[in-house]
């Protein structure tokens, strides 16, 4: 739901009027009243037209809160009450929207509000402008400036506990989005005198006291200095406690917003201890000691103090001591050198301690400028916003207060020239009609002051550059001699004597009567502040400190760089930067607040109306209205009024083709405002009242919401429209891409269709094709069989008939046969008898033979020797027959098997066959020795190293090697031995050794004995009489008996051609030595398990027990 919004104006709940406007009837009475009126109601601001007028409410009040700041944001100015606010936001938004540079004009004495209205406006614009991590951080540093520029440039002062000492111009710079980028602060003639003097009930600059109250012992330790205000001579001690003010707490907040601006720690140290020094400088006593030549000398009387500030300030202590005895003047090559009597010593200290002090403010300002200033160099918006020092009338008004107050002078002149003079000047300019208003123009002061020949300051830079004795009084009778006719100039001693009965104005002052009141000033000082001179020596001294900053503050002590020039004087100075600042205001959208200040007491509640009376006549605000109310409230171009308002008439909206004026009185016709309401100018709509522009605002206001509801309505209708066009175009591409899609399923379908009604017509066709082919191979068919049928029976029928014939022929010849056979026969039976029976036996015989073979050929068994297989014998009459064959078959075989032979598998049957022939069913061992190849040498003399000796011994091949039992014929025990056969000799050796223990030649083996048994037992004969046979005949056991039987055999065959004799019986005789044994073999028992066991039985007979 849309927030209603309550429309409010300035005339809403209005206490007295809140624009001055608006004030009937219109007189210095009502005036006050209705201020007081407001104040009494805590309403402290009040218009006259776009001017603020702000009475200082000596309270705090709740307006102020960031809820404020909203209700006013974006507001038109005359939509709410009256406040400062309103006024900053007017300023800030014509800044950002219009691109006007503004400057904020804040008037009044001292403490009617001007510093606190400049920090409302700056936090007002702080709250409304940008935000964001960096806009923040400068806003934070503009705002953070005010405490440090405060606490060393204000000062408690009758008037005002926080009275600004000094005038600040500060400009917020801002991009083209309204975002604060930067700052530059302008300062104006610091009060330096306040450092070494403060009038009573006053105080020095708040820094001296907050630095005493808040710095930490250690902290003042360092600075040398202690808590105690009355310790330091510079420090008015009847006001030193402020109430309401804590300086300790200030003192922190200080070295905060010095840290937020931006300053370094090193540098705040700095500071602090120049503002040390000169604190201490106060407590430097001079006394008087007179010299020989009659000369004043002075000299410090305790150097305790100028010790600690060299330390401090890291100057010579006795550079610094002759700084303060001697003085040096330079003219041309020549030095002089004076010495300073005890009140010129004391000069020197307090100038040196103003000079300190007011330099240290320069380069504070300087230094907060170079944080707060713009980072970019993009083109910048700017609103200045001045804070000057309000007019100043004291008892004693001196050299400052002169300044203070041309300043004001300056202000006013202003504040004249563009709002009262240029306001009727743009009326008649404009061709308005216009009844003069009588104003007072304070440019006749300012020119009393400023005129570069007759002025007053003009005046003061003569004398104070006059060759000769210079002295206030010589100053006092020039301005008497030149400014005596002046109207706003007053002086006992002028030429035109009006004044030398006025007792009220000492001989020694002169008066001027400011706009703002008549003021005198004492002329005591004014040279001496005009020159503002620092002696040489001590600007010297302080060049030469061991202390960065001192030293920079005193650039002219640099011996190398001495300017025999004067530096000009400190009106001069002022003067020019006024000018500047002026020239600078003049180019900027200037804004008013005129502060004023409602009593004397700094108290709250209090409307002193004397006070205020004379503040409104003085600031001429009465004159204001007036040209405010004669004038009109409003005035603009024709050509920004037109545009502005243009969309509240037909004829105008959206173009106006003619010239803009002619659009106006269209416009304004057109909406029937009042001709009262209204002229026209040559260039310009002059509007009378605040609310007919209000209202023409209203109006547009509305319009602008209807317009935005018709564009919004137009837009939706377009967004609509544009939407309908293309959801159609896409409905029609959807479309026609479905039909297409459509037709072409359809299509398809209609072809498949086809396809299959034709392939079915085709098949049809087709089949009814075939079915009348097939009926018509059929009918062929048919006919072919019926035919053949026909042919069939035709030919069957003729077989049968042939048949019939036939057998009826072979009948005949069968009959015709026998019969004939048996003629034959009858015939012949004699001659077959005889002959035919042998011929068929022979032919049958010769039948069943071939079929034996022909069947045999296919049954034959395989060619294996040991294939026992052999087909059964057919007919009985072929047994013999058959056997023969099987025997023929077996033998041819067995050829082939033995064909495929090599020379050794032969020599090894030959071997087997040997041993087969004789043993074979001899004796009881050869079967098991079948299976077993024979390999000779079992024993492998020829790789055993233990047998070297044996295989040297023996150079024959070696055809038996084999270990052997040597049976003892004493006890029937056996004993290994080797036994080997060589071509020509058998030897027996020591198994162990390999010593060769027989040697028998194959001829003298005469006989081999052994049993028909299982058993390996063997004895070999010798021949009697042989070498060999000393020892007798040898008997021994061997696994291998039937081959080495066999290879013996054959050995002693082939070299001696003779047939060994080998014996085959179960009792044989064995010659040892000299007897006979017989080695008789029985069929012993199993206890030794198969091993058979020889016993001497008696000294005949060896039994051997065979298992
Ligand atoms: N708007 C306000 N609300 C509450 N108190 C205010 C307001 N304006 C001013 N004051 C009070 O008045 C005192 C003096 O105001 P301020 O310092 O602004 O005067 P000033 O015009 O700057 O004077 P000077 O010319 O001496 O510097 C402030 O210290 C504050 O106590
Ligand atoms: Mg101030």
Not at 434 to 460: K, P, R, V
Not at 1005 to 1034: I, R, W, Y
Not at 1036 to 1043: F, K, R, V
Request: hydrophobic letters at 35%; one cysteine or more.
């Amino acid at each position: 739901m849309a927030k209603m919004e309550v429309k409010t104006s300035l005339l809403d709940n209005m206490i007295g009027v809140g624009d001055m406007v608006l004030l009937e009837p219109l007189n210095e009475d009502s005036f006050i009243n209705n201020l007081k009126k407001r104040f009494d109601h805590s309403e402290v601001y009040t218009y006259i037209g776009s001017v603020v007028i702000s009475i200082n409410p000596y309270r705090s009040l709740p307006i102020y809160t960031p809820e404020k700041v909203e209700e006013y944001r974006n507001r038109n100015f005359y939509e709410l009450s009256p406040h400062i606010f309103a006024l900053s936001d007017e300023a800030y938004r014509s800044l950002r929207d219009q691109d006007k540079d503004q400057c904020i004009l804040i008037t009044g004495e001292s403490g009617a509000g001007k510093t606190e209205a400049s920090k409302l406006v700056m936090s007002y614009v702080a709250a409304v402008c940008g935000k964001g991590a960096e806009v923040n951080q400068v806003k934070e540093q503009l705002l953070q400036s005010n405490p440090v520029l405060e606490a060393f440039g204000n000062a408690k002062t009758v008037r005002n506990d926080n009275s600004s000492r000094f005038g600040k111009y500060m400009d917020i710079e801002f991009d083209f989005k309204g975002d604060p980028l930067g700052g530059v602060i302008s300062n104006y003639l610091l009060e330096k005198s306040r450092v070494v003097k403060q009038p009573r009930g006053e105080r020095n600059f708040h820094i001296f006291y907050q630095i005493l109250s808040g710095a930490s012992e250690d902290f003042l330790c360092k600075l040398k200095l202690e808590q105690d205000f009355s310790r330091y001579n510079y420090l008015g001690l009847d006001s030193a406690k402020v109430n309401g003010v804590d300086d300790a707490a200030n003192f922190r907040t200080v070295r905060n917003a010095m840290q937020i601006v931006g300053f370094m720690d090193h540098e705040t140290q700095s500071v602090f201890e120049v503002v040390a020094a000169v604190l201490k400088l106060g407590n430097i006593e001079f006394k008087p000691e007179s010299r020989v030549n009659g000369l004043d000398e002075s000299k410090i009387k305790d150097k305790n103090e100028l010790k600690e500030i060299c330390e401090l300030t890291g100057i010579d202590q006795s550079v610094l001591e002759r700084a303060f005895s001697f003085r040096t003047v330079e003219a041309k090559q020549e030095k002089v050198s004076t010495t300073l009597n005890v009140a010129q010593a004391y000069y020197a200290r307090d100038a040196l301690a103003k000079n300190l002090y007011s330099r240290l403010f320069s380069w504070l300002v300087t230094r907060i400028n170079e944080s707060i200033k713009a980072q970019t160099k993009v083109r910048k918006k700017v609103m200045g916003v001045l804070d000057i020092y309000g007019f100043e009338i004291f008892e004693d008004n001196s050299f400052e207060q002169f300044i203070i107050n041309y300043c004001n002078e300056k202000l006013q002149q202003i504040f004249i020239e563009l709002t009262l003079k240029e306001e009727q000047e743009e009326y008649i300019r404009e061709g308005i009609e216009w009844t003069h208003i009588e104003y007072f123009n304070n440019a006749i002061i300012c020119d009393l002051i400023e005129n570069n020949q007759t002025g007053i300051l003009a005046m003061l830079d003569e004398e104070c550059l006059r060759p000769g004795t210079v002295t206030d009084d010589t100053f006092l009778e020039k301005l008497n001699q030149v400014c005596a006719t002046h109207q706003h100039f007053e002086s006992r001693m002028s030429k035109c004597s009006r004044f030398l009965n006025d007792t009220s104005l000492p001989h020694s002052c002169f008066r001027i009567q400011h706009y703002a009141g008549k003021v005198m000033y004492q002329v005591e000082g004014f040279v001496d502040k005009n020159n503002d001179l620092l002696y040489r020596d001590l600007s010297q001294a302080m060049w030469k400190a061991n202390h960065s900053l001192i030293k920079a503050l005193f650039p002219e002590g640099n011996p190398t760089k001495i300017n025999l020039k004067r530096p000009p004087t400190a009106g001069s100075q002022f003067k020019a930067s006024v000018a500047t600042l002026m020239k600078n205001l003049q180019t900027k959208n200037p804004n008013y607040i005129r502060c004023i200040k409602p009593n004397d007491k700094k108290a709250a509640h209090i409307f002193n109306d004397a006070l205020v009376c004379h503040q409104i006549r003085y600031l001429g605000l009465l004159e204001n209205v007036r040209v405010r109310r004669a004038g009109y409230a409003f005035r603009q171009a024709y050509e920004p009024c037109l545009e502005r308002y243009k969309m509240l008439c037909k004829q105008t909206w959206p173009h106006w083709r003619g010239p803009a004026r002619a659009g106006v009185e269209v416009l304004f016709n057109e909406l029937e405002i009042p001709e009262e309401e209204f002229s026209f100018g040559r260039s310009k709509i002059f509007i009378r009242n605040p609310r007919t522009l209000f209202k023409l605002e209203d109006l547009r206001k509305q319009r602008l919401e209807d317009l935005a509801t018709l564009i919004e309505k137009i837009y939706r209708g377009w967004k609509c429209r544009t939407r309908f066009l293309l959801m159609k175009k896409s409905q029609i591409v959807i479309a026609s891409w479905y039909r297409r899609y459509a037709q072409q399923k359809k299509y398809q379908k209609i072809k498949s269709s086809a396809i299959i009604v034709q392939s079915y017509i085709r098949g049809w066709k087709a089949r009814k094709l075939l079915r009348e082919l097939k009926h018509q191979k059929r009918c062929n068919e048919a006919a072919t069989i019926i035919a053949a049928y026909w042919h069939g029976t035709q030919a069957r029928r003729e077989l049968k008939r042939l048949k019939e014939e036939a057998r009826r022929k072979h009948a005949v010849a069968v009959i015709w046969a026998y019969w004939l056979g048996l003629k034959v026969r009858r015939e012949y039976r004699k001659f077959f008898r005889a002959n035919a029976g042998r011929k068929i036996y022979e032919f049958t015989l010769q039948r069943l033979m071939q079929k034996y073979f022909l069947e045999m050929k296919n049954k034959m068994p395989s060619l294996s020797p040991i294939d026992k297989n052999w087909p059964a014998r057919p007919y009985l009459f072929l047994d013999s027959t058959h056997k023969e064959l099987k025997r023929i078959f077996h033998l041819w075989r067995c050829k082939k098997y033995r064909d495929q032979f090599t020379d050794q598998q032969k020599l090894i049957y030959e071997e087997k066959l040997e041993a087969s022939e004789l043993f074979k069913d001899k004796k009881a061992l050869y079967p098991a020795s079948v299976g077993q190849p024979f390999q000779g040498a079992y024993l492998e003399i020829s790789k055993n190293p233990k047998y070297k000796k044996l295989k040297d011994a023996v150079d024959e091949k070696i055809i038996i090697a084999e270990v052997v039992n040597k049976i003892n014929r004493a006890n029937g025990k056996a004993t290994s031995r080797i036994f080997l056969l060589t071509k020509n000799n058998v030897l027996l050796a020591d198994q162990k050794s390999g010593n060769i223990k027989s040697e028998v030649p194959l001829g003298d083996v005469t006989k081999v004995s052994m049993s028909s048994q299982n058993d390996g037992f063997f004895a070999v004969h010798l021949k009697e009489g042989s070498g060999a046979a000393g020892k007798g005949d040898f008997l021994l056991s061997s696994d291998h008996l039937i081959e080495m039987a066999t290879k013996l055999y054959r050995t002693t065959l082939s070299q001696t051609k003779q047939k060994l004799n080998i014996e085959i019986s179960d009792e044989f005789l064995v010659q040892f030595r000299q007897d006979k044994v017989c080695v008789k073999f029985i069929q012993g028992s199993q206890k030794n398990g198969n091993i058979p066991t020889c016993k001497r039985k008696n000294n005949r007979l060896l039994e051997v027990a065979v298992p």
